[in-house]
Each structure stands twice: as C-alpha cells, then as structure tokens.
T-cell receptor, first 114, second 113 residues
Framework: GQQVMQIPQYQHVQEGEDFTTYCNSS?????IQWYKQRPGGHPVFLIQ?????EVKKQKRLTFQFGEAKKNSSLHITATQTTDVGTYFC??????????????FGQGTILTVHP | ETGVTQTPRHLVMGMTNKKSLKCEQH?????MYWYKQSAKKPLELMFV???????ENNSVPSRFSPECPNSSHLFLHLHTLQPEDSALYLC????????????FGSGTRLTVV
C-alpha cells in the first residue's frame, strides 16, 4: 500500500534558526496536505498543494510540492517558540478508490529553544 | 472549538467494558473519518464514511465498530478492548471536492486497563 515517509523524526533548533521537514511518497500523489499538532492538541490543517512544482507561502512558512508529485517540503524561516509542535504531511493517492482518504507521514517533532 | 466535537475527552475502560465514542460536526461536511494516534506512530486511518456510507475499513479488529447514522454524527463502539488499544482517537471531517483539508476534533484519550 501507499507509504508516506517523513524526515527528520525530530528537530531541535535555537529560536531564529530555520527548519525544514521533508516528505516522500511511494506513489504519485493527487495532492499533499500539511498539518500542525501542538503538544497535547490535535492536528490542524495548514495548507494543500495540488499542482506539480507548486510553491505556497504562509508568512514564515514555505511549502513545496515536487515536480513528480511524490515529495514535498515545509520550510520555516526564523523559527519562534510558537512554532513548536509536530508537523505532518498527508498525501492523497492519485487514482485512489477512496476519495478523500489521506495517508499521513509519521511527523516531525520540532522543539525550539529560546 | 474546532467545529468537530468529540466526547468524551478522556475515557478509562476495563477490557470487558463496552463504551462508545461520539463525534459531531455541523460544518456541512460530507465525509467523516476515525483515526488512531499512538505514541511514536503515524496517524492510522481506521474507518472512512463518505456521504454516510462506509467506504473503508482499514483492517480494523472487530472489537471496534463504527456507526454513522447521518452525515453529522459518527460513533465508534468499543468492546473487549486490549491494553494496546490505548491511544488518542481522532475524528475528522471534510467536504469532499473542496480545497480545504480535514478538520479534526480534539480527540478522545482512551486508556484500557
């Protein structure tokens, strides 16, 4: 079945440093979504990427979707303590039979030291 | 509040108990999902309901039984669970065909003793 791998599993940064997490799918994706889960919280939708090579920005966050639609990345510039949490990518399989069904990566846990 | 309400927030149950988790959304979404989140593991899809019809049962043991009486409500009935079933159970909903992703509930933290 479809697998979505995410690296690194953990990332510790000093406040102000940049952070990047990478996501790779074993199959071509229809779209990819990113979620953030604060400690003790639930996943919250950040963004969806659909087009090959797409790049989207949300303030200090930059999201990219690979040309082959099998990988993606999330980059945070100048991290802040409010960025702490687990970042998940989730892919929708292209041509999948279950419309809307996402496969989640295992997440990257980000800690930010002030 | 996320728009997706899950009750109870916490549940401790014995292995012989029967309990139910409830999920409710009034966002007009037409798909609902149950996910299991265990420590150090990816979110595991359990069940998918599109337009109230179950379209996916992701090899979930029969001690978990979903019910979707209408497009706004989703239940997960639990019976004779095992300690390894202890986890955070998350409900999510989505409007299929839209450009927005899942809206998750706050989850039910389940402990099986």
């Amino acid at each position: 079945g479809q697998q979505v791998m995410q690296i690194p599993q953990y990332q510790h940064v000093q406040e102000g440093e940049d952070f990047t997490t990478y996501c790779n799918s074993s199959t071509t994706l229809s779209n990819i979504q990113w979620y953030k889960q604060r400690p003790g919280g639930h996943p919250v939708f950040l963004i969806q990427l659909v087009k090959s090579g797409e790049v989207k920005k949300q303030k200090r966050l930059t999201f990219q979707f690979g040309e082959a639609k099998k990988n993606s990345s999330l980059h945070i510039t100048a991290t802040q303590t409010t960025d702490v949490g687990t970042y998940f990518c989730a892919g929708l399989n292209a041509g999948g039979t279950s419309y809307g069904k996402l496969t989640f990566g295992q997440g990257t846990i980000l800690t930010v030291h002030p | 509040e996320t728009g997706v309400t899950q009750t109870p927030r916490h549940l401790v149950m014995g292995m012989t108990n029967k309990k139910s988790l409830k999920c409710e959304q009034h966002l007009g979404h037409n798909a609902m999902y149950w996910y299991k989140q265990s420590a150090k593991k990816p979110l595991e899809l359990m069940f998918v309901y599109n337009f109230k019809e179950q379209t996916e049962n992701n090899s979930v043991p029969s001690r978990f039984s979903p019910e979707c009486p209408n497009s706004s409500h989703l239940f997960l009935h639990l019976h004779t669970l095992q300690p390894e079933d202890s986890a955070l159970y998350l409900c999510a909903s989505q409007f299929l065909g839209g450009t927005y992703g899942y809206t998750f509930g706050s989850g039910t933290r389940l402990t099986v003793v």
